[in-house]
């Protein structure tokens, strides 16, 4: 019996599909004005990290307060690591299907997202779009067709690579073969103006500069701000914020969790500064924007933010729920239930179709995406049944994990890094409370981005209404009773009454069916996966052969003689 009702939940699913693929030319919502999407993206950021579910050792007021006054994400779920991640969400598709699956694009790598691939930024530039990068690409940079500006972008501000040092725009990989490099450009130009000013407030200044000239010229706007925050920067100094932002986490014992909570606090003001320009520009009346964090927080081990996935157990390169479920908040005045939270899962590859329908943009069926369109349910009442959803989390063969959620059943068989990182890593520090926590509903109310999308409210967003989203937005974990060791064994959970991953159900006889059938998916779902693109880094793409920037080593010469390179070499010395 279970098995003809997953085998339902499959046909469901192929039906859905269809439906997207073949549905004629939606109109949008304003007639023949084109609405303008924002997409704002963190680093790194851990699903705890946002103040809306409860946590109070730093707030972040302004990207609450897109939930408040929009709809919270509450099952955005995104692969967990960056370059599959960027890549699902540009390209509607599972990372298998464009050899992006296994672990992501180190800088010295010559490699890239497949260029067969039709992205996000040429679907909506062809259909009369301004297209615009602002920040982290992250999806191959060795020759200059893998770059924003040959995918689709108009324009490109920002870096190329995996991280940068947020003063000094250099980057060195973990591999320290390579030296320290720079990485920051107007289009394909290395761009040095600013020098000094703090990445997060550099990039939101040119997002706000982007804002004013797109609404003068009359054209919509599609604009990526990539943040690198929360990521950390180059190993010498991880985490980097103003020092006088750091001083306003004082009761903060831990050093780096409290420069982390700046980090933190510098993006959310950061996500009112957009708001505020979108508000002051006059395009929120027509604007769709979309916050979210490309994958879960690594709390521990390499690259470690001490960012907080709780109550979920495993982090960023895992196949658990603190690695793939996201913080994530939409707004738009086109949403009919503002107000409401999101329950429906939805996934990174989504957004393309869901964009699309929602600026009238008709996608080929050529396209074949994995992502589906969930416009109808976004914008739609609050009550909007669930489309049944399949998301493929994890399909590697080279580091042997696989992750995949059907309905209310998640599957996972084999981990990363032996497991060590396959619990829950953090806790909520319930005796550092950030000193605005008692004032939670009047920082919000004040905050640039509730001043700004107030206006738009359906119903007036009283302290009872934000006490309420809050609770409903609380993740309740339940008691242990079986846990599971992915080395060794398969994993099945259902997520619909233990969304934390504690109880496993694959020895149980009534799941049985529903086990072998999901190991099935899986193995259909591998007969079709392309092979990884991956590709060792080479000695060519030193910086210090390339006057001491990470540039397009593919093609460009590299010098008779190594330069000595460091945080202050040769870019932009005149």
């Given at each position: ?5 997953l ?5 469901l699913l ?7 693929k073949?549905s ?28 809306f579910?409860?946590?109070?050792e730093f ?5 609450d ?5 929009g ?13 599959p991640?960027r890549?699902?969400l ?35 530039r ?23 500006t ?7 501000y920002g ?6 040092d ?14 320290v490099g ?14 000094g ?6 990039l939101?200044n ?12 009359q ?6 701000i990539?943040?690198?925050?929360t990521?950390?920067a180059n ?19 831990d050093?780096n ?9 510098k ?13 002051r520009?006059?395009?929120l009346?027509?604007s ?12 521990v081990?390499m690259?470690?933010?001490?960012g ?20 994530g ?6 949403l009919t239930?503002r107000g409401h939270l999101?329950t429906?899962?939805i996934?990174v ?21 994995d ?8 914008a739609?009442?609050k ?7 399949e998301?493929?989390?994890?399909l590697d063969?080279?580091?042997h994990f696989s992750?995949?959620?059907l309905?209310q059943?998640?599957y996972v ?6 497991g ?11 005796d ?8 939670y ?7 640039p981005?509730s001043?700004?999308?107030?206006r738009?409210?359906l ?10 989203l809050r609770?409903?937005a ?5 008691d ?7 080395l060794?064994?398969?994993?099945l ?5 233990d ?9 149980s ?14 193995q259909?779902?591998?007969?079709g996966?392309?092979?990884?693109g ?20 593919e ?15 040769i870019?932009?010395?005149?």
């Open positions: 019996m279970r098995v003809v009702i085998s339902a939940l499959l046909l192929n039906l859905n599909l269809g439906w997207v073949a004629e030319k939606n109109t949008n919502r304003t007639g023949n004005k084109l609405p303008n999407v924002i997409i704002i993206m963190a680093d790194d950021m851990g699903f705890d990290d946002i103040s579910r409860g946590g109070r707030l972040t007021p302004n990207i307060a897109l939930g408040f006054h709809r919270l994400l509450d099952r955005l779920y995104a692969p967990a690591m960056c370059t991640s890549g699902a540009l390209s509607g598709k599972y990372p298998i299907h464009t050899g992006t699956q296994h672990f992501v694009i180190s800088n010295e790598e010559p490699w890239s997202l497949m260029l067969n691939t039709t992205l996000m930024p040429e679907i909506f062809a259909a009369g779009y301004s297209t615009n990068l602002v920040g982290k690409w992250h999806l191959g940079f060795a020759r200059p067709e893998y770059t924003p040959h995918r689709g972008f108009d324009y490109h870096y190329w690579g995996a991280y940068i947020y003063y000094q725009r250099r980057s060195q990989m973990p591999e320290k073969t390579y030296i720079y990485d920051f450009r107007r289009n394909m130009e290395v761009e040095c103006t600013d020098r000013v703090y990445v997060t407030d550099l939101t040119e997002a706000e500069r982007v804002i004013q000239e797109t609404a003068a010229k054209q919509p706007l599609f604009l990526m990539n943040h690198l925050a990521h950390t190993d010498n100094d991880p985490l980097q914020a103003p020092e006088e932002e750091v001083q306003k986490f004082l009761h903060i014992k050093p969790h409290r420069k982390y909570a700046a980090m933190v606090s993006l959310d003001q950061s996500v009112g500064r957009v708001i505020t320009a979108l508000a520009a006059e395009q009346d027509n769709i924007v979309i916050f979210y964090s490309d994958n879960g927080a690594p709390s081990g690259f470690a933010n001490t907080s996935n709780w109550p979920l157990k495993g982090q960023k390169n895992s196949p658990w729920e603190g690695g793939v479920r996201v913080a908040v939409i707004w738009s005045p086109l239930a999101f429906q899962p996934y590859g989504d957004f393309l179709p869901t964009l699309a329908h929602a600026a009238g943009i008709e996608l080929p069926e050529s396209l074949q995406l992502g589906i369109d969930l416009w109808p349910q976004l739609g009442n009550d909007a049944p669930h489309v049944p959803r998301i493929l989390h994890s063969d080279v580091s992750s995949l959620l309905g059943w998640k068989n084999g981990t990363t890094l032996a060590q990182y396959d619990q829950l890593l953090t806790h909520r520090e319930l550092e409370l950030d000193p605005r926590a008692r004032r509903v009047v920082e919000v109310r004040n905050s981005a001043k700004a999308l107030a738009y409210d119903q007036r967003l009283t302290q009872h209404r934000m006490h309420t609770r409903l609380a993740v309740r974990c339940g242990m009773h079986r846990g599971c060791n992915a060794l064994e398969e994993c959970y259902d997520l619909s009454v969304p934390c991953e504690l109880n496993n159900l694959a020895y006889e009534r799941h049985a069916e529903i086990l072998s059938s999901m190991r099935q998916r899986v259909q779902l591998r007969a996966a392309l092979p990884p991956n590709s060792p880094g080479v000695s060519y793409a030193n910086p210090n052969l390339h006057e001491c920037t990470w540039d397009n080593f093609v460009k010469k590299a010098g008779p003689v190594p330069l000595d390179c460091d945080y202050h070499g870019p932009c010395s005149a």
